[in-house]
């Protein structure tokens, strides 16, 4: 799924960090970072800001449920 337009970085993780299941970010490269581990996430945000504007990321979740609670953050932000 691509999640575009994350404004408020700190709520996007917090919402991953709410899923049950793997959830990985896609890098352009093919590389996967598993946006649960911790370390994962604060490579991830600084990915995030030396870009300044994320238009959008590609993420991957194994569990449907996941998929529902990032949609609905996408929704509501």
Same mark, same amino acid.
């Given at each position: 799924?691509?999640?575009? $337009?994350?404004? $408020?970085?700190?709520? +996007? +993780? @917090?919402? *991953? $960090? ?6 990985? %970010? ?6 996967? +970072?598993? %946006?649960? &581990?911790?370390? /994962?996430?604060?490579? &991830?945000?600084?990915?995030? %800001? /030396? $870009?300044?504007? !994320?238009? &959008?990321?590609?993420? !991957?979740?194994?569990?449907? @449920?996941? /998929?529902?609670? *990032? ?7």
């Amino acid at each position: 799924m691509t999640v575009t $337009n994350i404004t $408020n970085v700190e709520k +996007f +993780f @917090a919402t *991953i $960090n709410k899923c049950e299941g793997k959830v990985e %970010l896609v890098t352009e490269q093919g590389d996967r +970072f598993n %946006l649960k &581990s911790t370390l /994962s996430q604060y490579v &991830s945000y600084v990915r995030i %800001l /030396s $870009n300044c504007t !994320v238009p &959008s990321v590609q993420i !991957v979740t194994t569990n449907f @449920a996941d /998929s529902q609670k *990032i949609m609905r953050y996408m929704m509501n932000n």
